[in-house]
């Protein structure tokens, strides 16, 4: 396989050995229909499609229940940002991290009160969209943490998918 392809799998699986092994085998499978014998970069995209499709149902579950609306939101967007978010030796990311991030996924400078209340419905345990993220700390110096570590990746390959990112070329 191709350096690139082992980087990008490498960067998306954030040490998850469960999405190594699904984004490898869907590209491996991928290249033996085509008559290949090796992965190329090329395939990374194609194989996150397939990967999808292949993550547990549960993860599947969360994240729409975080994203979902009927109108215009910036649900999913956020929820990209946390999740490319600079991350300190706990795993726990802040606003202004997150603040950063939007910017690059959305093109457009969002201020933390536009979405801090995103950050709250996430962490939230009894919200419809709660049970993402774990929140410490005081007021305005609040830190978050994912609660599940397969919902990281999947976030980031259905970024990808939707065109929300480019981070992992």
Do not use: S
């Given at each position: 396989?191709?350096?690139?392809?082992?980087?990008?799998?490498v960067k998306i699986s954030q040490g998850l050995p469960h999405y190594t092994h699904l984004l490898?085998?869907?590209?491996?499978v991928y290249v033996v229909e085509q008559g290949r014998e090796n992965v190329r970069a090329a395939d990374f995209d194609f194989a996150i499609t397939r990967a999808l499709n292949n993550v547990s149902q549960t993860v599947r579950e969360k994240y729409h229940r975080a994203t979902f609306s009927n109108r215009e939101t910036l649900y999913r967007q956020v929820l990209l940002a946390c999740t490319m978010a600079e991350k300190d030796e706990?795993?726990?990311f802040s606003a202004p991290d997150v603040r950063d991030k939007?910017?690059?996924?959305?093109g457009r400078?969002?201020?933390i009160p536009a979405f801090a209340n995103h950050l709250?419905?996430?962490s939230s345990m009894d919200g419809a969209r709660g049970g993402i993220l774990v929140k410490r700390g005081v007021l305005r110096r609040f830190r978050y943490r994912f609660i599940d570590p397969l919902l990281p990746p999947y976030i980031l390959m259905k970024g990808?998918?939707?065109?929300l990112t480019q981070e992992l070329s």
């Open positions: 396989m191709d350096d690139l392809f082992a980087k990008q799998v490898c085998q869907n590209a491996g706990l795993g726990t939007l910017c690059e996924v959305t400078r969002y201020e709250t419905d996430f990808r998918t939707e065109g």
